[in-house]
């Protein structure tokens, strides 16, 4: 009977051993990947911007956001308007060929998104399972490494605890899936506004850190659209004394949250804001202005292409970390390479997992790009 026994229990385990090895090799698999996100240098590619996919100089990121998938209102599903199918479809496979490693994300929602369908489908359990098998399937289906949600922004504490809920949800089915298919889980992140507080609609920073890969803090477009009565001022400034409206301060805010510093990439604009300066000879920050130029805003390579035509005159603020340029009444106010630098540099001395960019068609023959990367090194 013992030998019996022992020839059933070998039997038996023979029988497991392969379950078991196949998901070690999983958990194993997924403990690598998780832990290789030791660093984000990223940017948004919008397709709004008709910049040609195969045009990335994707050596110079290891992540990058396809942006944006749309929520249907209707149906509460992830969708890809057919404007936009072909080039999200073939989005990894096109930024792999200059750079094999590099991650790429599906970014669903943005600032121009229906925010009142963001609220609809996150208080309801069935429309965020909706959401959330849509969008794993939508991620799947055209080869992304993960997904991104940009809901700007919930807008009081129901919405902010019904977004927390989300993204436990989002994490627990991104999991199973995982299990499920035998693939490596996707990653998964969330555009943010720039503080843990954003004016007193507090984030749900434990769901935030316990969810997500990571977050992108929207550190900019902090002089935007403001008061009747407009100033100049530095858009994305680093710091702010006096005030609790900058990147530090909403950086700081989000870890005393909370929120683990490896978990949080800053942003940083590839764009301006130009104004038209009430008197040209009152031209530093603070000054009064009587309205936009262009719009109010401006790319960097526009911005580039303006210093040079118009010789304006360009000044870096060290104590903002911000730049501004102005000739004649035209004044912008930007990021420039020692901007830049300085965010990144001050990111990695903070031990953040790295930095993104809004958006990447804007940057200039790659100039921005290449010295944030320069900044952060190896």
């Given at each position: 009977?013992?030998?019996?026994?022992?020839?059933?229990?070998?039997?038996?385990?023979?029988?497991?051993?392969?379950?078991?090895?196949?998901?070690?090799?999983?958990?194993?698999l997924?403990l690598q990947?998780?832990?290789?996100?030791?660093?984000?240098?990223s940017?948004?590619?919008?397709?709004?911007s008709?910049?040609?996919v195969?045009?990335?100089?994707?050596?110079?990121f290891?992540?990058?956001?396809?942006?944006?998938?749309?929520?249907?209102?209707?149906?509460?599903?992830?969708?890809?308007?057919?404007?936009?199918?072909?080039?999200?479809?073939?989005?990894?496979?096109?930024?792999?060929?200059?750079?094999?490693?590099?991650?790429?994300?599906?970014?669903?929602?943005g600032?121009?998104?229906?925010?009142?369908?963001?609220?609809?489908?996150a208080?309801?359990?069935?429309?965020?399972?909706?959401?959330?098998?849509?969008?794993?399937?939508?991620?799947?289906?055209?080869?992304?490494?993960?997904?991104?949600?940009?809901?700007?922004?919930?807008?009081?504490?129901?919405?902010?605890?019904?977004?927390?809920?989300?993204?436990?949800?989002?994490?627990?089915?991104?999991?199973?899936?995982?299990?499920?298919?035998?693939k490596?889980?996707?990653?998964?992140?969330?555009?943010?506004?720039?503080?843990?507080?954003?004016?007193?609609?507090?984030?749900?920073?434990?769901a935030?850190?316990?969810?997500?890969?990571?977050?992108?803090?929207?550190?900019y477009?902090?002089?935007?659209?403001?008061?009747?009565?407009?100033?100049?001022?530095?858009?994305?400034?680093?710091?702010?004394?006096g005030?609790?409206?900058?990147?530090?301060?909403?950086?700081?805010?989000?870890?005393?949250?909370?929120?683990?510093?490896?978990?949080?990439?800053?942003?940083?604009?590839?764009?301006?804001?130009?104004?038209?300066?009430?008197?040209?000879?009152?031209?530093?920050?603070?000054?009064?202005?009587?309205g936009?130029?262009?719009?109010?805003?401006?790319?960097?390579?526009?911005?580039?292409?303006?210093?040079?035509?118009?010789?304006?005159?360009?000044?870096?603020?060290s104590?903002?970390?911000?730049?501004?340029?102005?000739?004649?009444?035209?004044?912008?106010?930007?990021d420039?390479?020692?901007?830049?630098?300085?965010?990144?540099r001050?990111?990695?001395?903070?031990?953040?997992?790295?930095?993104?960019?809004?958006?990447?068609?804007?940057?200039?023959?790659?100039?921005?790009?290449?010295?944030?990367?320069?900044?952060?090194?190896?």
């Open positions: 009977m013992k030998v019996v026994k022992l020839i059933y229990t070998s039997m038996a385990f023979s029988k497991l051993l392969p379950v078991f090895l196949s998901s070690f090799l999983l958990l194993l997924h990947f998780s832990t290789a996100q030791n660093v984000v240098k940017a948004y590619w919008f397709s709004g008709e910049y040609p195969a045009d990335i100089d994707s050596t110079l290891t992540h990058l956001f396809c942006a944006f998938a749309d929520l249907n209102s209707q149906n509460n599903q992830v969708t890809v308007s057919s404007a936009n199918q072909a080039r999200f479809s073939t989005f990894t496979t096109t930024v792999q060929q200059k750079n094999p490693s590099v991650k790429t994300l599906l970014s669903i929602g600032g121009n998104a229906n925010k009142a369908a963001f609220a609809f489908m208080s309801q359990a069935s429309s965020r399972k909706s959401f959330i098998d849509s969008s794993i399937r939508l991620a799947r289906t055209n080869g992304f490494h993960g997904l991104d949600i940009d809901w700007e922004y919930p807008e009081n504490s129901a919405q902010m605890a019904n977004f927390g809920v989300l993204l436990k949800e989002w994490r627990t089915a991104v999991s199973t899936e995982s299990r499920s298919s035998g490596l889980p996707l990653l998964l992140s969330a555009a943010v506004s720039y503080s843990s507080n954003y004016f007193g609609v507090i984030n749900p920073v434990q935030i850190s316990n969810s997500l890969d990571w977050i992108n803090v929207m550190a477009d902090f002089t935007y659209r403001a008061d009747s009565v407009r100033l100049t001022g530095p858009p994305a400034a680093l710091y702010s004394p005030t609790q409206i900058s990147g530090d301060a909403g950086i700081r805010a989000w870890i005393q949250s909370g929120m683990p510093s490896n978990k949080i990439v800053i942003g940083f604009p590839y764009y301006g804001h130009s104004l038209r300066l009430a008197d040209a000879n009152n031209h530093g920050f603070f000054a009064p202005t009587n936009e130029v262009n719009g109010g805003a401006m790319g960097y390579k526009q911005i580039r292409q303006f210093i040079s035509q118009n010789r304006a005159t360009q000044v870096y603020n104590t903002v970390v911000s730049d501004y340029c102005y000739s004649g009444t035209t004044w912008i106010g930007y420039d390479t020692q901007s830049v630098s300085t965010k990144v001050y990111a990695k001395g903070k031990s953040l997992l790295g930095y993104f960019a809004w958006h990447l068609a804007n940057d200039d023959n790659w100039i921005l790009t290449r010295e944030a990367s320069r900044a952060w090194g190896a």
